[in-house]
């Protein structure tokens, strides 16, 4: 512990929900982390060892940051947040999907995105740039990311609709607009 990672681990601590990746989203009554913080979020850089003990927080959210990291880098990541979760625990993810990218692809259909603002000249370009733009570096599909959560130890792994969750702490957290992302909860 040092300066640096106490007001984050007293924060998790108190709130036992953990934010990864927030960038402008911070949510009041969560610990929000990113490694280029807002105010009132911590610094942290999620590819490293998470400053937590084990089994000390109840949820964990990420919603378009996964992607971010590499692969090896996400499989860490995700065995971090099951041993920090607390028996019963649930970590909810949102990430682009790879597969239905691929399909808008083989359709010739490249408009998707436009109210997000990203209009690729053509399909070649929205692949590539969907791979590879925002410091994109490993983009899941739906099977590669249940798999990466069982191997980090996870039961109970479902993919669940945006802004929609049977756990009321998981309801309406996505803030951006859906665009068929995989969106799955895995529980310890
Ligand atoms: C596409 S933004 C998503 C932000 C927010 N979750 C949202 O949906 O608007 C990805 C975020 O991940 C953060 N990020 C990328 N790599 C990171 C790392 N290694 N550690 C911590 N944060 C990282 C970036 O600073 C950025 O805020």
């Known amino acids: 512990?040092?300066?640096?990672?106490d007001g984050f681990y007293t924060s998790a601590l108190s709130t036992g929900r953990?934010?990864?990746?927030?960038?402008?989203?911070?949510?009041?009554?969560?610990?929000?982390?990113?490694?280029?913080p807002q105010p009132d979020a911590f610094r942290w850089d999620l590819v490293e060892d998470l400053?937590?003990?084990?089994?000390?927080?109840?949820?964990?959210?990420?919603?378009?940051?996964?992607e971010h990291i590499s692969?090896?880098?996400?499989?860490?990541?995700?065995?971090?947040c099951?041993?920090?979760?607390k028996p019963g625990?649930?970590?909810?993810?949102?990430?682009?999907?790879?597969?239905?990218?691929i399909n808008q692809y083989t359709q010739g259909r490249i408009n998707e995105w436009h109210d997000m603002g990203w209009a690729p000249s053509t399909p070649c370009a929205m692949i590539n740039e969907g791979l590879r733009l925002w410091g994109h570096q490993y983009v899941y599909d739906q099977q590669d990311l249940?798999?990466?959560?069982?191997?980090?130890?996870?039961?109970?792994i479902e993919t669940v609709q945006w802004r929609k969750s049977n756990n009321a702490t998981f309801n309406d957290l996505e803030i951006r607009p859906y665009h068929h992302e995989i969106i799955v909860e895995a529980w310890v």
């Not at 512990?1 to 990672?5: D, E, R, S, V």
């Not at 099951?82 to 979760?85: D, E, G, V, Y």
């Not at 249940?146 to 109970?156: D, E, T």
């Open 1 to 5: 512990m040092n300066k640096l990672t």
């Open 18 to 36: 953990l934010h990864l990746g927030c960038g402008r989203n911070v949510m009041p009554g969560w610990t929000n982390v990113d490694y280029e």
């Open 51 to 66: 400053p937590l003990p084990n089994a000390c927080v109840q949820y964990i959210f990420s919603e378009h940051f996964i």
């Open 71 to 80: 692969y090896s880098e996400g499989q860490k990541l995700l065995r971090e």
């Open 82 to 85: 099951k041993r920090i979760l």
């Open 89 to 101: 625990g649930g970590l909810r993810l949102s990430t682009p999907d790879l597969a239905f990218l």
């Open 146 to 156: 249940h798999r990466s959560l069982a191997l980090a130890g996870f039961s109970r």
